[in-house]
């Protein structure tokens, strides 16, 4: 059973920045993708990042330019730095992993930027 632990949430102000670390029990290139997705208040979950078996990086039109995905398979961990956040950026932010047709989902991690 594949587990997912996220890390690095909390309150941040508009402008600042926050690093979400995604702690994986193997390691993430044996994942077909893995990157970040998050849920705002009412809104459906939608991509904010990810890596894809192809082996490139996608992101959300909204985050480009100011997140980062990147990994250190040393800790089999996947992080997102966030930089210039605004307060539409807050969300919990939910780790993945696809395994071909299988989509594993960490807890979550709440991210509140205030104005």
């Known amino acids: 059973q594949v587990q997912l632990v996220e890390s690095g949430g909390g309150l941040a102000q508009a402008g600042g920045s926050l690093r979400l670390s995604c702690a994986a029990s193997r390691n993430t290139f044996s994942f077909s993708a893995m990157g970040w997705y998050r849920q705002a208040p009412g809104k459906q979950r939608e991509l904010v990042a990810v890596f894809t078996a192809g082996g ?12 980062t995905l990147s990994r250190d398979n040393a800790f089999n961990t996947v992080y997102l ?3 210039r956040l605004s ?5 919990v932010y939910y780790c993945n992993a696809r395994d071909l ?11 509140t930027v205030s104005s």
């Open 81 to 83: 730095q966030m930089n």
């Open 56 to 67: 490139m990086t996608n992101y959300a039109d909204s985050v480009k330019g100011r997140f």
């Open 101 to 111: 047709t299988i989509d594993y989902w960490g807890k979550g991690t709440l991210v």
């Open 87 to 91: 307060p539409e950026d807050t969300a």
